[in-house]
């Protein structure tokens, strides 16, 4: 799942920057704005896209954990036996 975030964050970010390619091609009046413009834009949604993947990483820390519990509680229920 984090992973599949990191693709989608690394795909918008080159349709992005293509695009910004076909808008500074068609407006030169403007490049450095742009630019810019387009920079921000592409940080945010490769910043959106690791949050994503951090926050997948640490759920399913989260579930591995919880199960790794609950089979040792039934390893011991067994055990007792």
Do not use: H
Request: proline share 0%; with cysteine.
């Amino acid at each position: 799942m984090g992973c599949a975030g990191l693709l989608t964050g690394l795909y918008g970010l080159a349709v992005e920057t293509y695009r910004a390619g076909q808008g500074i091609a068609a407006d030169m009046d403007g490049l450095v704005s742009a630019i810019v413009r387009r920079a921000i834009g592409g940080s945010a949604l490769v910043m959106l896209s690791l949050w994503v993947a951090i926050a997948a990483g640490l759920i399913w820390f989260v579930l591995v954990n919880e199960v790794q519990r609950i089979e040792q509680a039934e390893i011991e229920w067994l055990l007792e036996m």
